[in-house]
């Protein structure tokens, strides 16, 4: 696979709730953007809050925008809060540094898009991205283990 599909990014938010509903998660929301940062599927479950699905997308474009899960850019934001500050700044405040933004990864490592999720704690939400990802046959990265 080169590129993700309007379908692989379906196929991705359903495998996310399902996940979600496994664990009896708080209701989440589900981003799922290409590797160039463009949203391809957003999906909120009832009862998401109204900042969910811009947290979402926060988590995933940040893994992106610096090509590692958010997990890490939420332990750069403690280390250098500086630095995810300026981040914050250039990507006029789209950066989430909290973990639950993963990279998708084809089986050659390379970058497809990535998974945002909100809703429950934040390290719910990055395993339910975890097993979107690796319940399609690709490559999690969520930057360390959870």
Request: hydrophobic share 50%.
């Amino acid at each position: 696979m080169s590129a993700l599909t309007l379908k692989d990014a379906v196929n991705l938010t359903t495998q996310a709730i399902a996940a979600g509903r496994a664990v009896s998660a708080a209701p989440l929301t589900i981003a799922v953007l290409d590797a160039g940062g463009h949203l391809i599927s957003l999906q909120r479950e009832d009862g998401a809050s109204l900042l969910r699905p811009h947290i979402a997308i926060g988590k995933a474009w940040g893994a992106i925008a610096l090509g590692k899960g958010s997990r890490l850019l939420a332990l750069d934001a403690q280390q250098r809060p500086a630095f995810i500050a300026a981040l914050n700044s250039l990507g006029q405040g789209s950066v989430v540094p909290a973990p639950g933004g993963v990279l998708i990864r084809d089986s050659e490592g390379n970058v497809l898009g990535a998974v945002g999720i909100s809703g429950d704690l934040s390290d719910v939400d990055e395993q339910c991205a975890i097993s979107a990802i690796e319940a399609q046959g690709l490559r999690a990265d969520a930057g360390v283990s959870a």
